[in-house]
């Protein structure tokens, strides 16, 4: 009776997690969409980059996990980073993004963005393709968000380049040299160049 029972069991478990799985990535994707369309009507509007700018922040803040992004663009050094520390590092690490995202637009130009079959590589997590197109160009980027964080964006992967990991190998070499302060020099720098 046992054995005729149990593949039933499993049938429904499958079943079950893979409804779970489609909430999932159908949750993730709504946030997503809903913030890519918020940045867009922003970008419609403003003037010029610094009213882009300060229009997008409270979107990004709310899509993007700022502080899981500078742990893991930092890597293991992290732990070394005081409390204050860490929290300069994501303020400036937040104010780079955001200023590296919308020096890439012309205010009043909009991109165009088709979302295509998002997949969850592990629970809890799911990555979101799109294309992107702007000013006749076409870039592939796959937007990575975990649940943990309320499904907010913790990676973004332009066509095959992780932003994480493209900063990890830049902070990991300054934190190598000397430790948090390094990274939070190099952070600095940056803004400075990024203005």
Request: charged letters at 20%; one cysteine or more.
């Amino acid at each position: 009776m046992m054995k005729r029972q149990l593949p039933l069991l499993v049938l429904v478990f499958c079943l079950f997690s893979r409804g779970a799985l489609i909430a999932s990535t159908d949750e993730a994707e709504k946030r997503l969409k809903t913030a890519v369309n918020q940045v867009t009507e922003i970008a419609a509007h403003a003037p010029d980059r610094n009213a882009l700018a300060t229009g997008v922040k409270p979107t990004l803040q709310n899509i993007l996990s700022f502080e899981t992004m500078t742990r893991r663009a930092v890597g293991p050094g992290w732990r070394q980073f005081t409390p204050e520390q860490q929290k300069e590092a994501i303020g400036l690490f937040t104010t780079l993004i955001i200023r590296t995202y919308t020096a890439k637009f012309t205010p009043g130009e909009l991109p165009s963005v088709t979302f295509k079959a998002a997949s969850s590589p592990a629970p809890g997590r799911v990555e979101i393709p799109t294309t992107s197109s702007y000013k006749g160009s076409h870039y592939d980027v796959v937007y990575r968000l975990d649940e943990s964080d309320g499904w907010r964006i913790t990676d973004v992967v332009i066509e095959g380049v992780s932003m994480i990991a493209n900063y990890r190998t830049q902070f990991d070499a300054e934190f190598k040299q000397g430790g948090a302060e390094a990274v939070i020099k190099a952070l600095n720098r940056s803004l400075a160049t990024s203005k």
